[in-house]
């Protein structure tokens, strides 16, 4: 069965280094794959997308790769702020179907002054 | 700005009550979705809509319904409610890839 898997549930770090986020997949190809931040109560907001063709995408501190041969897309936030706390969804859309997209269950990221 | 609002945030219900919740988004996007959200699950797809009155099942539509009689509203019902589907409900809205989530109603069935 198709499984995402973020690679913990929570990552801690200091302000000012970079963040890195991993999402990883199994028995899935998707066309494209969403990273989504989420905050305590809200609903999650779109960050990036990035297509299968494409290796890298970056946005200001962001910076998503998409790796198809292994499965797996990492999320960068480089010179973190405390500010950037929240959950990290990632999401994978299928190739078939513009509106099958499945999430993750998310990366809680802190970052401590 | 997109907009999708959600008509309640807490809502606490019984168990055998029929519940509904309420979608609205105001950018005249063809799709809408209604997911559920639990700890260590991750969002959870349990209808779509790509049109007026068009609608497709998720993961997990078992327990529910859905109408859209207008493109800008769609509603999730839970016919019977039960305590399995106390949860997190998000409705979201896109034109193509992109999702704009509401802020999501916290629905507890005692």
């Known amino acids: 069965s198709q499984k995402i898997e973020q690679n913990s549930e929570a990552l801690n770090i200091q302000e000012g280094k970079t963040a890195t986020l991993t999402c990883n997949y199994t028995?899935?190809?998707?066309?494209?794959l969403q990273w989504y931040r989420q905050d305590p109560g809200r609903g999650p907001v779109f960050l990036l997308l990035?297509?299968?063709?494409?290796k890298e995408k970056r946005k200001e501190r962001l910076k998503v790769t998409f790796d198809t041969t292994l499965k797996q897309s990492l999320f960068h936030i480089t010179a973190s702020q405390p500010a950037d706390s929240a959950t990290y969804l990632c999401?994978?859309?299928?190739?078939?179907?513009?509106?099958?997209?499945?999430f993750g269950a998310g990366t809680r990221l802190t970052v401590k002054p | 700005d997109v907009k999708v609002t959600q008509s309640s945030r807490y809502l606490v219900k019984r168990t055998g009550e029929k519940v509904f919740l309420e979608c609205v988004q105001d950018?005249?996007?063809?799709?809408m979705f209604w997911y559920r959200q639990d700890p260590g699950l991750g969002l959870r797809l349990i209808y779509f809509?790509?049109?007026?009155?068009?609608?497709e099942k998720g993961d997990i539509p078992e327990g529910y319904s859905v109408s859209r009689e207008k493109k800008e509203r769609f509603s999730l019902i839970l016919e019977s409610a039960s305590t399995n589907q106390t949860s997190m409900y998000l409705c979201?809205?896109?034109?193509?890839?992109?999702?704009?989530f509401g802020p999501g109603t916290r629905l507890t069935v005692t």
């Open positions: 028995n899935y190809s998707p066309a494209y």
């Open positions: 809509s790509y049109d007026v009155k068009m609608k």
């Open positions: 999401a994978l859309g299928s190739p078939y179907n513009n509106n099958d997209m499945r």
């Open positions: 950018m005249d996007h063809e799709n």
């Open positions: 990035i297509r299968e063709n494409e």
């Open positions: 979201a809205s896109s034109r193509v890839h992109e999702q704009y």
